[in-house]
């Protein structure tokens, strides 16, 4: 079985993409600080994929501990999650982003070089579109950033473009996420934000769960049917599942190519909340807040080359979504 490397394999879309990638008959090895997920993740990991799996608790910008790891095993490709991921934190600490997200790939993208990997699959974003792009977004699109989290995501792009020109043979596959939300149908491995959740679903399961009071939905003045903005939220299964496809890419195909990974529908925060009351039964207290600074109306996928180059097609439904991560966060509870 191939061996691939997952970089923040324990965290949220790492740790379903591990469990994906035993599906599919690779040999995944994590190597994660832990900075933002619990070892306990690798211990349910093996209960759901039935394996061991090997894990290095090591920081990826640190050479000498990830030429041990690449020293260790023949690897066939290289999946590269880790990384800080929190927009407003990246506005308020720019230097952090930049140092810690540009030297995590450079630093995976030298161990590649030096022990012959040449396969690399990247965890890239639809943050990178430029905010004016007509959607349904597509991979020629013009891009542009917003914020420090996704310029890193388009200088780590740029940096794998050109390392992926420079050697022959090398392929590498920038899979442009939209919104992933839900969690493995076992309830064992889900989203687990630290503190005041962000975003939308971890909230709104929060919400649910009597943890907080209410949802606060950002405005519903948007130019939308319903006012409130509108989303391409995909199961991070299907997403998990999307990685596993690109290595088969990668082998077949060299040079770089970003596909983007999203369902291609887009659903209002106001339709998010009627699915999770339609697939829990459970109500769904919310209110009108003012818009959030920086939040667009709409975009959602163009998602044709995912399906013509991978074979891709998302498969389970928002119902599907808002029921997984509920029971997530009901199994967190227990
Ligand atoms: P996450 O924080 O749950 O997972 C990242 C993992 O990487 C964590 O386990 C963390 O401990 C680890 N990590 C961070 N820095 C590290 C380092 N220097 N060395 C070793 N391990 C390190 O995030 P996620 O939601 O699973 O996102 C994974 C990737 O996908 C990130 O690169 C993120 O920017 C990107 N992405 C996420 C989303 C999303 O909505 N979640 C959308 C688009 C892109
Ligand atoms: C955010 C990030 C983006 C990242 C994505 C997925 C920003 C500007 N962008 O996108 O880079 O790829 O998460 O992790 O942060 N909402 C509410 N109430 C809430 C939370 C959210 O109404 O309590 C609304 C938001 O206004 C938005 C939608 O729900 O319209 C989705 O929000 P969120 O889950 O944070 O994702 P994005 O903002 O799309």
Not at 16 to 22: C, D
Not at 231 to 254: C, P
Not at 285 to 307: C, H, K, Q, S, W
Request: proline residues 6%; contains cysteine; hydrophobic residues 40%.
């Amino acid at each position: 079985m191939p061996n691939i490397l997952v970089t923040g394999g324990a965290g949220y879309i790492g740790s379903h993409t591990v469990a994906a990638l035993s599906a599919a008959g690779y040999s995944p090895v994590i190597v994660d600080n832990f900075s933002n997920s619990q070892e306990s993740v690798i211990t349910r990991l093996e209960k759901i994929t039935g394996a061991q799996i090997p894990f290095y608790n090591a920081d990826v910008r640190d050479g000498a501990a990830l030429d041990a790891v690449f020293s260790q095993y023949s690897f066939a490709a290289a999946i590269h999650f880790a990384g800080l991921k929190a927009v407003g934190e990246s506005v308020a600490e720019p230097l952090r982003y930049y140092e810690h997200n540009l030297a995590a790939t450079m630093s995976l993208l030298a161990a590649m070089q030096k022990h012959g990997v040449k396969s690399l699959i990247f965890s890239s974003s639809a943050t990178v579109y430029r905010e004016d792009d007509p959607v349904p977004y597509v991979e020629s699109g013009e891009l542009g950033c917003s914020n420090p989290y996704g310029w890193t995501k388009l200088f780590s792009e740029q940096i794998i473009r050109d390392v992926a020109a420079a050697t022959p043979g090398f392929s590498a596959v920038l899979l442009r996420y939209f919104n992933p939300i839900g969690a493995h149908s076992s309830g064992l491995i889900g989203e687990e934000p630290q503190g005041v959740p962000n975003n939308l679903l971890p909230y709104v399961t929060q919400v649910a769960a009597g943890i907080r009071p209410q949802l606060s939905v950002f405005g519903n003045d948007y130019p939308t049917p319903d006012g409130t903005c509108i989303r391409d939220y995909i199961h991070v299964s299907d997403l998990a599942r999307a990685h596993a496809l690109a290595l088969g890419f990668a082998e077949k195909n060299t040079g770089a190519t970003a596909i983007n990974i999203g369902t291609g529908r887009g659903y209002s925060v106001l339709e998010v909340v009627a699915a999770f009351e339609r697939a829990t039964g459970v109500s769904l207290p919310y209110r009108v807040t003012a818009r959030r600074p920086g939040d667009i109306p709409e975009y959602f996928a163009n998602p044709e080359l995912a399906r013509e180059k991978l074979g891709f097609a998302a498969e389970l439904g928002i119902e599907e979504m808002c029921r997984d991560a509920w029971r997530f966060e009901q199994g967190r509870k227990d």
